[in-house]
């Protein structure tokens, strides 16, 4: 019996991740972020254009994983030549929260992998983040932490390159 091979899916955060902070402070208030997630921020120059070629070629399903929700598609999508994404479906994002918690998007991730291969990268996933992932996710992950202040890099790329071809390897000898 021949099963189909699902590509992994691909969580993408936005701030921090995609669009680096670099000393930029995200916004405390509802009217704050309505402002942020608009085509309007300034911010959004920061974004590297180079990364969209990079993603796109990436053997996996590209889905939004941030805050941003569904205004990724009405004001990123379009910015970067990129398509429609498939939305996470997330719990709302909260305002803060300290050390030692559970990152709000992980229990959320996990369920919308159900038990496919996965890459998370975002910058505030911690050692919590990867153990529950181990505990509680069925099949391969990969959390890979971005530093907001620069955003995703090349090396980053690397990374998520390398997982996936030691991944690809394994199946093709398992």
Known sequence: MTGRVERPLFFLDVD???????????PSGPQGWED????????????????????????????????????????LSPLLGLPRLPVADLPEAPQEYGSGVLNWKTR?????????PFVWVDD?????????????HGGPALLHRV?????????????????????????RRG
């Open 147 to 171: 530093d907001s202040m620069t955003g995703l890099t090349g090396a980053d790329f690397a990374a998520v390159d390398d997982w996936l071809l030691e991944r690809s390897g394994r199946l």
């Open 108 to 116: 959320a991730l996990v369920r919308a992998a159900a038990g496919r």
């Open 16 to 26: 921090g991740t995609l669009l680096p902070l670099g000393g930029a402070r995200i």
């Open 36 to 75: 942020w997630q608009s085509t309007s921020n300034p911010q959004l120059s920061k974004i590297d254009a180079g990364h969209v070629p990079r993603l796109l070629a990436l053997p996996c399903e590209l889905m939004w994983a941030t805050a941003w929700m569904e205004d990724a598609n009405e004001v």
């Open 124 to 136: 505030e996933i911690t050692d919590l983040d990867h153990a529950w992932v181990s505990a509680h």
